[in-house]
């Protein structure tokens, strides 16, 4: 069946721009994710979505990361006024149900390199 | 703040022969343990769990070992194959929250 699926896979961004990043996780998840990889590190967990309701972004770095997931499927991570620092791999995740030893599975990630 | 960590960032083994990933965690209150491979180009996929409430926990050619006295976990590999290159991560997760606080990862090399 389909998996986590993220688009688009790669991005270049010139410093100043903004970018959307989406994430259509496997259908029927209740639960989604965004992690931030910067390279050589393991991902770092950006915010926590179930259904449409944003209940953890204590991990998006500052207010020029914006995230959403208006009906409570795909979900579009937005950046704005890029940064050079804002270069990474960006994860999405999804889990079945609310519960915190439910299985999440990734999408491939969404690779972000500003200039 | 506390955090997950690995003790060796690249791994080196022969083809058949067993692996051991190790991973030290500080964080107490943490209850519940994964591992995850990720390989070139791909996000993580989950390879086993653990409760704290375990000392270990078997599947498909892995074991996990918990030590929650030293605050250790490793992952054991029986029989590597290449395909088992990858980067392994441990990751955990504190009070049935789902956020997961992920380790920097060790490189596992398979020698042919």
């Known amino acids: 069946g389909a998996g986590v699926s993220q688009s688009p896979r790669y991005k270049v961004a010139k410093r100043g721009q903004d970018v959307a990043l989406r994430c259509d996780p496997i259908s029927g998840h209740v639960s989604l994710f965004w992690y931030q990889q910067a390279l050589g590190q393991g991902p770092e967990f950006l915010t926590y979505f179930q259904n449409e309701a944003q209940l953890d972004k204590s991990g998006l770095p500052s207010d020029r990361f914006f995230a959403e997931r208006p009906e409570g499927s795909v979900s579009t991570l937005k950046i704005q006024r890029t940064q050079q620092e804002d270069s990474a791999v960006y994860l999405c995740?999804?889990?079945?149900?609310?519960?915190?030893?439910?299985?999440?599975?990734f999408g491939p990630g969404t690779r972000l390199t500003v200039l | 703040g506390e955090s997950v960590g690995l003790h060796l960032p690249t791994l080196s083994v022969q083809e058949g022969d067993n692996s051991i990933i190790n991973c030290a965690y500080s964080n107490s209150a943490s209850d519940y343990f994964i591992w995850y491979k990720q390989e070139s180009g791909k996000g993580p996929q989950f390879i086993i769990d653990?409760?704290?409430?375990?000392d270990k926990r078997q599947g498909q050619r892995v074991t996990v070992l918990l030590n929650k006295t030293v605050k250790h976990l490793s992952l054991q590999i029986a029989a590597t194959q290449p395909g088992d290159s990858a980067v392994y991560f441990c990751?955990?997760?504190?009070?049935?929250?789902?956020?997961?606080?992920f380790g920097t990862g060790t490189k596992l090399q398979v020698i042919p």
């Open positions: 653990i409760r704290s409430n375990m």
């Open positions: 990751a955990e997760r504190t009070g049935g929250y789902q956020k997961v606080t």
């Open positions: 995740a999804s889990s079945p149900g609310r519960w915190g030893t439910d299985t999440q599975y």
